[in-house]
């Protein structure tokens, strides 16, 4: 029961202060918007109390300037609940700017504390120079008025020491907590721009990669597109063998042509930054496709692949990033093999995971490229045919691995080889 009040209340309380605040609104005018409103239902409180006191004292005309200042409270929420932020903070200012003034100076309530309170709240709260001017001008001269030339009570009694005392006090408090909801909107402020910064920069990183990706992808083919046209070039080719190369120009052009349109896909996907959109799909087609993009680089290494993956087996990840993650460690076990030698790809379920497998019988890596592999360190190598690498796909790797909840992991000797395990979650088809 007393958390039901509780939160009762505090979705009371909290309407209260939202009047015209709308969630399209401007951070810094939604919280100035949202202080204009609870001074002004504590105001309509604090006067409401007045008016019964000073209406019990006899003393009617303060009496009715605080039934006034109750009206114009009221006033200023509704222009905020119809979005008339302006009107009501004109309203508002201009209103308690004649109402404390003669107060002050025929009841010596102790208004000038409220006039210093509405004068801070005006220089922080009107962004117009020449308005903020004005207002500040003439808040000012009125807050001297009561200070230094008080009148005598001619509109009724002064009120007794005891009550300006404690308006001196609320007014003392209404300063503080005004400056401290304005130090607090400041500080939000300054933590949301550099959380505006940090995603600023996080997308920049996104887009890096991208590039990073589309420059490893296209390079190799691009590569031997242009070792094929070499060939022809220099006219080294017999008859037959131009026949042979121009199917094969014809083929690594489609399936450049392709790997292009998804790449394109993918980072248009992720123009808001690497988004990563689970599938489920099997492993085996995806594995074909990326061969027939190695096809040529494979012939002219005369490799022998083994590929060991049932036709069942399938993940659930994000399709277009693991054949980004596939087709740079197969590029890499391409590059890194010798002439005539061997790769294996195979897969095996253990669990809620699909353990990928991609081994070389190639150059292999010592200690200290292995700590290398998975870091920002970039470092240039050649491949057995003199192809050269940065590093920067297996980087991409990790990352996309990690995005889809999966893990990878190398082992490798200098000239025995590397083996490249990925382990990925297991999709059901």
């Keep these: 029961m007393t958390t039901t009040l509780f939160t009762f209340v505090k979705q009371t309380l909290n309407k209260l202060s939202n009047v015209g605040i709308y969630p399209d609104m401007p ?39 605080n039934l ?35 107060a002050g100076l025929y009841f010596h309530n102790g208004g000038e504390y409220f006039l210093v309170a509405l004068l801070i709240t005006t220089s922080l709260m009107f962004d117009t120079k020449w308005i903020r001017f004005l207002l500040c001008s003439l808040i000012f001269v009125a807050c001297a008025a009561v200070i230094l030339f008080p009148q005598p009570p001619l509109l009724g009694s002064p009120v007794p020491k005891e009550q300006a005392f404690l308006n001196m006090i609320v ?36 887009k890096e990669k991208m590039f990073s990706i589309l420059a490893h992808d296209i390079r190799s083919p691009m590569a031997t597109l242009e070792n094929l046209l070499q ?26 042509g392709s790997v292009i349109d998804n790449l394109l896909r993918w980072s248009v996907r992720g123009m808001q930054g690497i988004q990563t959109l689970p599938v489920v799909f099997f492993l085996q087609p995806l594995f074909g496709e990326i061969l027939q993009f190695f096809d040529l680089l494979i012939r002219q290494k005369q490799l022998t692949i083994h590929i060991q993956i049932p036709e ?45 497998i991609i081994k070389d019988e190639g150059m292999g890596m010592d200690d200290s490229r292995l700590n290398m592999l998975f870091t920002s360190s970039q470092f240039s190598s050649r491949g057995t045919a ?14 996309f ?7 990878i992991s190398v082992e490798s000797r200098p000239h025995k080889g590397s083996t490249f395990t990925v382990s990925l979650p297991k999709g059901e088809i």
């Design 231 to 256: 060939l022809f070039h220099q006219d080294l080719l017999t008859e037959n063998e131009r026949v042979e190369t121009v199917g094969l120009l014809k083929n690594q052009v489609s399936q450049l």
């Design 27 to 65: 951070y810094v005018e939604s919280r100035y918007t949202k202080l204009i409103n609870i001074l002004n239902w504590i105001g309509m409180c604090c006067m409401f109390t007045y008016v019964i006191i000073n209406f019990t004292n006899e003393r009617y005309f303060l009496c009715f300037l």
């Design 171 to 206: 007014g003392i408090l209404l300063i503080i907590g005004v400056v401290t909801y304005f130090k607090s909107i400041q500080r939000s402020y300054q933590l949301e721009v550099e959380k505006q910064r940090q995603a600023l920069f996080s997308l920049n990183k996104d």
């Design 312 to 356: 069942r087996v399938a993940l659930v990840a994000d399709y277009d990033q693991i054949a980004v993650i596939l087709r740079n460690l197969l590029s890499n076990a391409v590059k890194f093999s010798k002439v005539g030698g061997r790769i294996t790809i195979s897969a095996i379920e253990k669990g809620d995971l699909i353990h990928i």
């Design 68 to 102: 006034l200042n109750v009206c114009d409270a009221a006033t200023v929420l509704l222009l905020n609940k119809s979005r008339k932020y302006l009107s009501a903070r004109l309203v508002m200012v201009g209103s308690r700017l004649v109402i404390y003034t003669i």
């Design 401 to 407: 691995t990690r995005l889809n909840g999966g893990s």
């Design 386 to 399: 003199g192809e050269r690498g940065f590093g920067i796909g297996l980087i991409l790797c990790a990352e």
